[in-house]
């Protein structure tokens, strides 16, 4: 089974500008997360999508947005970018079996996306 | 809130040098406990997991035994390589509405010199 794919890998932008990140998980899992990971603060969760829903959200602004589609795949958005936005954007997704089924707690992760605001 | 605390690195040691993380956690219940190691320039990669009391988890030759008297899963290796040098993240993740978001140490540098 292919593992999680993030695209871009690398991506340089300036203060003000949005930006879009992708993930695809593995095949069969439905639920995909998003961390930003940085050297101050460590891993930081952002949200987690489940079936085109957002089922948590971390405390992060505004500007950090994401969806997912009907095929799991999901996207990240920031907006209005800021020089501490510079980080590695981590997806990772596990699988949530069908109503009865046992879930599982392990998440996978993709390699990241690392991002630098100028 | 729950959180996990791991030793300070960086960890540096000799190749065949015996390894050990220390990784302590708070959480309410019986989470379930996750070392992850990062390579450079990499996501991180589940190493190995424990869902109860008394379990190891191993893989790799790496191993980490879930203590719940001591709230601890310390992850140790009898015998480093220089390729295991990497980022060791120890997580926990408790069921919360359906979901398990980890909740992360904030991870320990190991450098294995030849």
């Known amino acids: 089974k292919a593992g999680v794919t993030q695209t871009p890998r690398y991506l340089i932008k300036t203060r003000g500008q949005q930006v879009t990140l992708s993930c695809s998980p593995i095949s069969g899992h439905r639920s995909v997360s998003w961390y930003q990971q940085t050297p101050g603060q460590g891993l930081q969760f952002l949200f987690e999508?489940?079936?085109?829903?957002?089922?948590n959200k971390g405390n992060f602004p505004g500007r950090f947005s994401g969806r997912q589609f009907s095929n799991s795949r999901s996207e990240m958005n920031v907006s209005t970018l800021e020089l501490g936005d510079s980080a590695l954007y981590l997806c990772a997704s596990s699988f949530t079996p069908l109503a009865g089924g046992q879930k599982t707690d392990t998440q996978y992760f993709g390699p990241g996306t690392r991002l630098t605001v100028l | 809130g729950d959180s996990v605390t791991q030793m300070e690195g960086p960890v540096t040691l000799s190749e065949e040098a015996f390894l050990t993380i220390n990784c302590t956690y708070t959480a309410t219940g019986y989470p379930s406990l996750f070392w992850y190691v990062q390579y450079p320039g990499e996501g991180l990669q589940l190493l190995l997991k424990a869902t109860k009391a008394d379990d190891k988890g191993s893989n790799k030759g790496f191993e980490a035994t879930y203590r719940k008297e001591t709230t601890s899963f310390h992850l140790e290796k009898g015998s480093v390589q220089v390729s295991d040098s990497a980022v060791y993240f120890c997580?926990?993740?408790?069921?919360?509405?359906?979901?398990?978001?980890?909740?992360f140490g904030r991870g320990t540098s190991l450098i294995v010199h030849p």
């Open positions: 997580a926990l993740t408790r069921p919360s509405g359906g979901s398990y978001i980890p909740t």
């Open positions: 999508y489940f079936s085109e829903t957002q089922r």
